[in-house]
């Protein structure tokens, strides 16, 4: 018999998915246990500036003033905060922070991952970049720890580098087609005499051209079966 925790249904789920909402109601019991049982995390913001703004508060508050109960307020408007104004908060913000044209993320366009954000290779032109990262992640953990969804997905390359994990040639897959099929051909045959290459990439930035090494030295070292 399913646990008295469990929905009644929950054993008609595959097995994956049953562990799944076993972890996010673990994870969400961990949560609530953080959360302090007194005081309120005031913000104030102008619908009109919501991204410039929020960050300029947000970077300023603490982690443990983040985690107490959520008080939003758009200024000039009138409305307390039963959770609706928060949720609109976030929604806003991370329409805004998450757009392609802000310059720190880009779709993947490629595969299942279409619509997917990474990091885009050009979000240096903004100097404080580093920073508005930073505040990326205060948001997505601030929607997390609240119970809030933010309208944006990410690659799964992404998440892995998030979780320490090692990035695998299938997951090269879903954000670049085209290099996945080159490298596993290079697996699969023979490049004695047939590719010229070495462990450097070329990057085009805003119109310059530059070689980036894979790895120390690697602009020098010539790919070959060996390695």
Partial sequence: AAPA???????????????LAAKARVLRAELQALQPQTGHC???????????????????????ELRKRLLVKFRGEEGL??????REWLHLLGRELF???YGLFQYANAG???????????????????????FAGRIL????????????????PFYKQLLGRP???????DV????????SWMLDNSIAGVIDTTFSVECSSFGAVRSVELRPGGGAEPVTDAN
């Fill in 5 to 19: 925790s469990e929905p009644a249904d929950s054993d008609a789920l595959p097995k994956y998915k049953r562990d």
């Fill in 42 to 64: 005031r913000i104030e913001v102008s619908r009109n500036e919501v991204l410039e703004e929020s960050y300029r508060l947000v970077m300023k508050l603490r982690g443990k």
């Fill in 81 to 86: 905060d039963y959770g609706g104004v928060a």
């Fill in 99 to 101: 757009n392609p044209h």
């Fill in 112 to 134: 299942d991952d279409r619509y997917a954000l990474q990091i885009n290779a050009d979000s240096g032109v903004n100097p404080e970049h580093l920073s508005y990262f930073h």
């Fill in 141 to 156: 953990g601030v929607a997390l720890f609240h119970g809030h969804q933010l309208d944006a997905a990410f690659t799964a």
């Fill in 167 to 173: 990035i695998t040639l299938r997951d090269i897959r």
């Fill in 176 to 183: 670049d087609p085209e290099l996945h099929r080159s490298l």
